[in-house]
């Protein structure tokens, strides 16, 4: 069964950082690409940021870029996201799903549960 | 960057309704679509991709259509378990990008 857990949200001041993680498992994990994906509370979904299977590639959202750093450790079988210079826009629950990358599987098939990141002072 | 139309954004309905929401983009996309549905406090699942190709695991009630610009999620015989909020998504072009989301409510 394929999962994905992330950890590591929490509350963070206005210009702090944070890493998020996102394990998974069910699936051999260097073979797929896999995203982050922000709900802002009581908002719609936004794609932020994408990586290969190999994690030799990555794709990032606007809004994010030069800000927000995803990154892999296949041995590990873990996603990680590092946020740096946040605000408060950036309040949201972030998910870890499998796909969303232009090679390999585009749409996103499976969904991990999110893990609330909060932005404030 | 692609922008969505997602409408209706609120659609109240009863059990047993024929119930259609409507995806439209600003540019062609060919078939690069794809339907969620998120239930309160949970993560979004994966209903068709391809712009009608039915997810493993997913009722047939459940059915997709359109190409270039209009696309069409469609539940033939609502159930209660469909209220929820609907998303398209487009894989054509970076960055993908999401529809605005229809809740779909019980009349």
């Known amino acids: 069964e394929v999962q994905l857990l992330e950890s590591g949200g929490g509350l963070v001041q206005p210009g702090g950082s944070l890493r998020i993680s996102c394990a998974a498992s069910?699936?051999?994990?260097?073979?797929?690409?896999v995203s982050w994906v922000r709900q802002a509370p009581g908002k719609g979904l936004e794609w932020i940021s994408g990586i290969s299977g190999s994690g030799g590639s990555s794709y990032d959202a606007d809004s994010v870029k030069g800000r927000f750093t995803i990154s892999r450790d296949n041995s590990k079988s873990t996603l990680y996201l590092q946020m740096n210079s946040l605000s408060v826009d950036d309040t949201a629950v972030y998910y870890c799903?499998?796909?969303?990358?232009?090679?390999?599987?585009?749409?996103?098939?499976?969904w991990g549960q999110g893990t609330l990141v909060t932005v404030s002072s | 960057v692609i922008w969505m139309t997602q409408s209706p954004s609120l659609l109240s309905a009863s059990i047993g309704d024929r119930v259609t929401i409507s995806c439209r983009m600003s540019q062609g996309i060919n078939k690069y679509l794809a339907w969620y549905q998120q239930k309160p406090g949970k993560a979004p699942e994966l209903l068709i991709y391809?712009?009608?190709t039915l997810q493993s695991g997913v009722p047939s009630r459940f059915s997709g259509s359109g190409s270039g610009t209009d696309f069409t999620l469609t539940i033939s015989y609502l159930q209660s378990a469909d209220f929820a909020t609907y998303y398209c998504?487009?894989?054509?072009?970076?960055?993908?990008?999401f529809g605005q989301g229809t809740r779909v409510e019980i009349k």
């Open positions: 069910g699936f051999t994990f260097s073979s797929y690409a």
């Open positions: 998504q487009q894989y054509y072009s970076f960055p993908w990008t």
């Open positions: 799903a499998r796909g969303g990358f232009v090679s390999g599987l585009n749409y996103f098939d499976y």
């Open positions: 391809d712009a009608s």
